[in-house]
C-alpha cells in the first residue's frame, strides 16, 4: 500500500535544502545567544554531584575518543560526548524552553551539533545550519502536540529531542531529502522519555536529550548507509502521534509540524530561563519576588495561595505533601511551593537555593506548609506561563500580584547583554572568569570558526 507525501517530506526537504545564507541574521543571533546560554548552563552544571556521577558512567561505556565535553578533561567517543554534552546542559532544569511548544529546544538539538560537528570537523556556517534546522523542527513537533506529550506522561523534550537531533545529524553529514525522510522514521522508533522522576525527583530526566542526541545520530548514519525507515513517523498508523498521544489525538495539531518551514522563524520565540526551575513555575516566581520587593514580613503570613495554568497543576503543585517539603534538588524545581516560598523570603531565587542547607530551611517550609495552589483564570498559557501569589496577612489584609508574561518570555526576552549576565553567573560556578569570557566568544563567534575551533575553547576542566 502506497500513502501520500507526510510532514517528514516536507520538514526532509526544508531541512536538506537550508543554506545558511537564507537564515535571517535577526535568528542567527538570536541562535548565538541561545547556544551561549546552553553552553554556560552546561558549564554550571559541572559544580553539582550528578555531574561527576553521571560522567563515571558514561565514560565507562564506551572509553576514551575524540569529542569534547563542556568544562571537562575527560574526551569521549562521538555518541558519548554527545550524551554527556545533553546530561549537563538539561541537568539543573536551566535551559531554554520554547514556551507553545513546551520543549527545551536547545538542548534537543545543540548536543547533538556540537559532538557530530567536532566529529566531522565541520564549519561554522554548517553547525549554525543544521542547529537551525534542529530548533525549527523541534519546536513544530511540540507545537503539534499542544502539551499532549506532558499529559499522556511522557517528557516532551525527551520525546521530541530524537527527531530534532536526527534532523541535525543529517544536516552536519549531508543527507539527501530521501534519507532524511527515512532516519526520521528510524528515530520514531527510539523516541521516549518517561515522567516518572517526578514522583521522587529522580535524575532520568536528566538523560532524556542527550539520549536523543545519541538516538539523532544513530538514525541519521543508518539511513545514510541505506537503512530503510518508515516515511510517515508522525501521522501514520501507529506513529508518533497515535502512539504517543493516545486519549489526547484528537488536540494535537499535525499541520503544525510543517507550517511555516523556512519563512516562519519559531527559534527567535524561545525564551531563556532567569531561574533554575521548571519554566511552569516562573510566572509565580516573578509574582512572588514583586511582592517581597515590596516590603514583606514572611513571618505575618497566614496562607498562600498560588496561581497556575491549569494544565501545568499535576506537574508543579501535585503530590500535595511532596511539592511541601521536596526530598532532593531536582524534586524542588518541581515544587510551585518551594519556588514561591523561596521567591518570597529571599526576592529571587539561583543555584544556591537548590542547595541542602536552603531546601532545609524551616522558615521556607513552614511557609510551603500554608501554601495551596489553583488554576489560574486569568492564564496566558500556553504562549506564556503567567502566575500569581495571593497572600492572607495575619491581620486579615490580603495582598496580590499578577504576571501574565513571565520573565525571559515575549517582550521580557532576555537580550546578548542579558544572556551574558546569565552565562558568567552560571560558568563562573565552574570556570575562572578568564576561561569564562574566552568560552563565551568561541560561542558568540561560533559560525565564524570551524567546530573543532570552538570546542577547543569549550572543553577541559
Not at 558549564?43 to 568544562?71: H, R, T
Not at 510517515?232 to 493516545?246: I, N
Not at 531536582?330 to 529571599?346: E, M
Amino acid at each position: 500500500m502506497t500513502h501520500p507525501a507526510g510532514h517528514a517530506t516536507d520538514i526532509a526537504g526544508f531541512a536538506a535544502g537550508l543554506d545558511y545564507a537564507a537564515i535571517p541574521e535577526a535568528v542567527r543571533e538570536r541562535a548565538r545567544i541561545q547556544m551561549l546560554d546552553a553552553v554556560g548552563v552546561g558549564f554550571a552544571a559541572n559544580a553539582f554531584p550528578f555531574a561527576a556521577k553521571a560522567m563515571a558512567g558514561i565514560a565507562a561505556l564506551g572509553g576514551a575518543g575524540e569529542c569534547s565535553v563542556v568544562g571537562r578533561p575527560e574526551r569521549l567517543p562521538l555518541r558519548d560526548a554527545a550524551l554527556a554534552n545533553g546530561v549537563l546542559m538539561h541537568g539543573l532544569d536551566f535551559d531554554d524552553t520554547h514556551l507553545a511548544s513546551i520543549v527545551h529546544a536547545s538542548v534537543a538539538t545543540l548536543p547533538c551539533a556540537l559532538a557530530l560537528g567536532e566529529h566531522l570537523d565541520a564549519d561554522g556556517e554548517t553547525l549554525m545550519a543544521a542547529y537551525v534546522a534542529g530548533m525549527e523542527v523541534a519546536i513544530r513537533i511540540g507545537l503539534a502536540a499542544r502539551g499532549g506529550f506532558h499529559h499522556a506522561g511522557f517528557h516532551g523534550t525527551g520525546v521530541i529531542a530524537h527527531f530534532s537531533s536526527t534532523v541535525v545529524a543529517a544536516r552536519l553529514l549531508g543527507l539527501t531529502a530521501a534519507q532524511l525522510v527515512s532516519a526520521q522514521g528510524i528515530a520514531a522508533s527510539t523516541a521516549s522519555g518517561v515522567q516518572v522522576f517526578l514522583e521522587e525527583g529522580a535524575w532520568t530526566k536528566r538523560f532524556h536529550p542527550g539520549w536523543g542526541a545519541v538516538a539523532g545520530i544513530t538514525a541519521a548514519t543508518l539511513a545514510k548507509h541505506g537503512f530503510v525507515g518508515p516515511t510517515r513517523p508522525y501521522e501514520g498508523k501507529f506513529g508518533l502521534f497515535q502512539s504517543h498521544l493516545q486519549a489526547h489525538l484528537q488536540d494535537a495539531d499535525l499541520a503544525q509540524l510543517s507550517a511555516g518551514l523556512g519563512t516562519d522563524w519559531k527559534l527567535a520565540e524561545t525564551a531563556i530561563k532567569p531561574y533554575p526551575v521548571c519554566h511552569f513555575a516562573h510566572g509565580a516566581a516573578d509574582a512572588a519576588i514583586a511582592l517581597q520587593a515590596e516590603g514583606l514580613d514572611v513571618d505575618a503570613i497566614r496562607s498562600i495561595r498560588i496561581l497556575l495554568p491549569a494544565p501545568t497543576l499535576p506537574i508543579i503543585a501535585e503530590p500535595v505533601a511532596a511539592k511541601a517539603r521536596p526530598q532532593t534538588e531536582y524534586a524542588a524545581k518541581f515544587s510551585a511551593p518551594f519556588i514561591v516560598a523561596t521567591c518570597l523570603r529571599l526576592g529571587h531565587f539561583g543555584l544556591g537555593e537548590l542547595r541542602p542547607a536552603a531546601m532545609a530551611d524551616e522558615r521556607t517550609l513552614a511557609l510551603c506548609a500554608r501554601t495551596t495552589c489553583a488554576a489560574d483564570p486569568e492564564t496566558g498559557y500556553p504562549d506564556y506561563f503567567s502566575g500569581g501569589v495571593e497572600l492572607e496577612m495575619q491581620d486579615g489584609s490580603r495582598r496580590r500580584h499578577h504576571v501574565r508574561v513571565n520573565s525571559g518570555a515575549g517582550e521580557r526576552q532576555l537580550d546578548r547583554d542579558g544572556a551574558l549576565r546569565k552565562y558568567s553567573l552560571a560558568a563562573g560556578l565552574h570556570l575562572t572568569p578568564e576561561r569564562a569570557r574566552a568560552a563565551a566568544e568561541a560561542v558568540l563567534a561560533i559560525d565564524r570558526q570551524p567546530v573543532r575551533a570552538t570546542m577547543r575553547s569549550l572543553g577541559g576542566a
